[in-house]
């Protein structure tokens, strides 16, 4: 029986064994894959291929869908579905500061982008952004053209221009001149369309002066300058010779019904109508974008009556009116200002809790600042009182050695000189705050208030008042208190209020002690105090 179970426990630890390094294994695989993905994208994508997806883990099925994806991208395999990709982002998530998740989400954007879904393609770029754990990284400069371009489709000029000039700085600081061609020309775009001719010139011939533009770049780059000589400057010969330089730079003629379609508008201004017809009805046979189609139909409608060619009028406007509706669905800008304006309420929202988070870390670092301050200075008067009331008492007790020695007839110097170093001995004491405060406020004190007082006034006047009990015996506690007070120059409601007493008794006991005292000594305490004793 031990036998048998501890070969079933053999086999289990082989087999998590052999799991945990198959599982390594892979991984380290995946890993391979995506070092030679960017340089050799096909045979990254072959060697996903001949691995068995069914048999990974889930965390590197979700590496797997993510490679996947980018794989079939860069070989420009146009995907046919999401569901890959959604395994990628739904495992990684919203991680902050991951490039995995920031990576599959790009990627789910571009899966989108590739179906001119621009709407879905803008939220999944904008969730991807602020995952990348660096700003310069090379896909987050791309996220930002990507952007760019998306809000450029649905003519959002100005959130276009933000992303590509965001695109552009990044591109700059990672030195990749091909993608500041790519965001200069797409800039250029967005100011061509709202007529700005000056400054998307400016932008034209920059791309043109970059030794990185790409060859397709270039040849339509001729195009836009066609257009900017024709509808600005109106220039009917240099618009033709930069539609040629495009043309000769162009393989496939079935792409350039855009060119087809802009030498119909230099025949119209031309007045060259039979011309501008064929120009136009040419464009239509190549492969234009929606717009050049629109423009195509509608300028054949105004042309047709003046070729006497009524019948197809009625067609021409039916297009125009089909292909200007969907133009008009295609830039329904509400899905995408959604989306824009989502991320930018997190953004802001963002922002302003890392910038409570500096207020509250810079509050709380002055506060303990000014509360080791207060403490120190706090530490240093204490020590100070605590040292000036030492060397009181050391006065103190050297006029008590010299008590003993002095001659009769300098013994009322010597208590006058206890009786001030006793004052101020009681003035480094809490209780005279505690006390003069009273008195500038007139309110009464607490017991304990009053008990703190009297404790601190008999340490500080013990001195003294020994002398006193030592020459007058009969004299009580609480008259030796209301010496004290005196000595201190305390308002009479003020000592009444501290000894308990009413004004009247008050009275009573001070002639009482005046009958008691040698005259020398209720002086003392009652009418000579020096100057030094009233500080």
Same mark, same amino acid.
């Given at each position: 029986?031990?036998?048998?179970?501890?070969?079933?426990?053999?086999?289990?630890?082989?087999?998590?064994?052999?799991?945990?390094?198959?599982?390594?294994?892979?991984?380290?695989?995946?890993?391979?894959?995506?070092?030679?993905?960017?340089?050799?994208?096909?045979?990254?994508?072959?060697?996903?291929?001949?691995?068995?997806?069914?048999?990974?883990?889930?965390?590197?099925?979700?590496?797997?869908?993510?490679?996947?994806?980018?794989?079939?991208?860069?070989?420009?395999?146009?995907?046919?579905?999401?569901?890959?990709?959604?395994?990628?982002?739904?495992?990684?998530?919203?991680?902050?500061?991951?490039?995995?998740?920031?990576?599959?989400?790009?990627?789910?954007?571009?899966?989108?982008?590739?179906?001119?879904?621009?709407?879905?393609?803008?939220?999944?770029?904008?969730?991807?952004?602020?995952?990348?754990?660096?700003?310069?990284?090379?896909?987050?400069?791309?996220?930002?053209?990507?952007?760019?371009?998306?809000?450029?489709?649905?003519?959002?000029?100005?959130?276009?221009?933000?992303? %590509?000039?965001?695109?552009?700085?990044?591109?700059?600081?990672?030195?990749?001149?091909?993608?500041?061609?790519?965001?200069?020309?797409?800039?250029?775009?967005?100011?061509?369309?709202?007529?700005?001719?000056?400054?998307?010139?400016?932008? %034209?011939?920059?791309?043109?002066?970059?030794?990185?533009?790409?060859?397709?770049?270039?040849?339509?780059?001729?195009?836009?300058?066609?257009?900017?000589?024709?509808?600005?400057?109106?220039?009917?010969?240099?618009?033709?010779?930069?539609?040629? %330089?495009?043309?000769?730079?162009?393989?496939?003629?079935?792409?350039?019904?855009?060119?087809?379609?802009?030498?119909?508008?230099?025949?119209?201004?031309?007045?060259?109508?039979?011309?501008?017809?064929?120009?136009?009805?040419?464009?239509?046979?190549?492969?234009?974008?929606?717009?050049?189609?629109?423009?195509?139909?509608?300028?054949?409608?105004?042309?047709?009556?003046?070729?006497?060619?009524?019948?197809?009028?009625?067609?021409?406007?039916?297009?125009?009116?089909?292909?200007?509706?969907?133009?008009?669905?295609?830039?329904?800008?509400?899905?995408?200002?959604?989306?824009?304006?989502?991320?930018?309420?997190?953004?802001?929202?963002?922002?302003?809790?890392?910038?409570?988070?500096?207020?509250?870390?810079?509050?709380?670092?002055?506060?303990?600042?000014?509360?080791?301050?207060?403490?120190?200075?706090?530490?240093?008067?204490?020590?100070?009182?605590?040292?000036?009331?030492?060397?009181?008492?050391?006065?103190?007790?050297?006029?008590?050695?010299?008590?003993?020695?002095?001659?009769?007839?300098?013994?009322?110097?010597?208590?006058?000189?206890?009786?001030?170093?006793?004052?101020?001995?009681?003035?480094?004491?809490?209780?005279?705050?505690?006390?003069?405060?009273?008195?500038?406020?007139?309110?009464?004190?607490?017991?304990?208030?009053?008990?703190?007082?009297?404790?601190?006034?008999?340490?500080?006047?013990?001195?003294?008042?020994?002398?006193?009990?030592?020459?007058?015996?009969?004299?009580?506690?609480?008259?030796?208190? %209301?010496?004290?007070?005196?000595?201190?120059?305390?308002?009479?409601?003020?000592?009444?209020?501290?000894?308990?007493?009413?004004?009247?008794?008050?009275?009573?006991?001070?002639?009482?002690?005046?009958?008691?005292?040698?005259?020398?000594?209720?002086?003392?305490?009652?009418?000579?105090?020096?100057?030094?004793?009233?500080?």
């Amino acid at each position: 029986m031990r036998t048998t179970l501890c070969k079933i426990i053999i086999l289990f630890i082989l087999s998590a064994f052999l799991c945990c390094a198959g599982a390594e294994k892979e991984d380290q695989r995946l890993s391979e894959i995506a070092r030679i993905l960017d340089t050799h994208p096909r045979q990254a994508l072959a060697a996903l291929d001949s691995i068995d997806s069914s048999l990974l883990r889930e965390e590197d099925y979700a590496f797997y869908a993510l490679l996947k994806t980018q794989a079939e991208y860069k070989c420009y395999i146009f995907p046919q579905t999401d569901s890959l990709i959604r395994v990628a982002t739904s495992f990684y998530g919203d991680k902050k500061r991951s490039l995995r998740a920031a990576m599959s989400w790009y990627s789910l954007g571009c899966v989108y982008s590739e179906w001119e879904d621009d709407a879905q393609a803008v939220e999944a770029y904008l969730k991807a952004k602020p995952l990348f754990p660096d700003t310069l990284n090379r896909y987050y400069v791309l996220c930002n053209q990507n952007l760019g371009i998306h809000f450029l489709n649905r003519r959002m000029y100005t959130q276009s221009l933000q992303a %590509l000039a965001e695109c552009r700085r990044g591109a700059q600081q990672i030195k990749d001149s091909a993608t500041v061609a790519f965001a200069d020309y797409h800039s250029a775009l967005n100011y061509l369309y709202r007529s700005d001719y000056a400054e998307a010139e400016r932008l %034209l011939q920059r791309v043109l002066g970059n030794p990185k533009a790409s060859a397709l770049t270039n040849n339509t780059i001729y195009l836009q300058l066609a257009k900017i000589e024709l509808y600005k400057n109106k220039d009917c010969t240099k618009a033709r010779y930069y539609l040629h %330089l495009n043309e000769i730079g162009t393989r496939d003629s079935t792409t350039l019904g855009a060119n087809y379609s802009l030498r119909g508008d230099i025949c119209c201004e031309l007045q060259q109508p039979d011309s501008a017809y064929y120009w136009y009805r040419r464009s239509l046979s190549c492969q234009s974008e929606l717009f050049t189609d629109c423009w195509n139909y509608h300028q054949l409608s105004e042309l047709a009556p003046v070729l006497g060619l009524t019948d197809s009028v009625p067609s021409y406007v039916s297009r125009y009116t089909l292909l200007a509706d969907s133009i008009r669905e295609v830039e329904r800008q509400s899905e995408l200002s959604a989306a824009y304006s989502q991320h930018q309420i997190e953004e802001h929202r963002k922002a302003i809790s890392r910038k409570t988070a500096r207020i509250v870390l810079t509050v709380v670092a002055l506060t303990v600042l000014s509360a080791l301050l207060l403490g120190f200075g706090l530490l240093l008067r204490d020590r100070n009182r605590k040292n000036q009331y030492l060397k009181l008492q050391e006065e103190l007790r050297q006029s008590r050695r010299q008590s003993l020695s002095i001659p009769e007839e300098d013994v009322s110097e010597l208590r006058r000189r206890k009786l001030d170093i006793c004052c101020r001995i009681f003035r480094n004491t809490p209780s005279a705050r505690l006390l003069f405060g009273h008195s500038a406020s007139n309110a009464s004190l607490s017991a304990s208030e009053r008990a703190t007082i009297l404790k601190d006034v008999n340490d500080s006047f013990v001195d003294i008042m020994l002398d006193v009990k030592n020459e007058v015996p009969q004299v009580s506690e609480q008259e030796l208190m %209301l010496c004290a007070f005196n000595a201190l120059h305390c308002p009479p409601q003020i000592v009444a209020d501290c000894l308990i007493l009413s004004p009247t008794t008050l009275r009573t006991r001070k002639y009482r002690l005046k009958e008691k005292l040698p005259k020398e000594l209720f002086e003392l305490f009652f009418e000579d105090n020096s100057s030094e004793t009233n500080n």
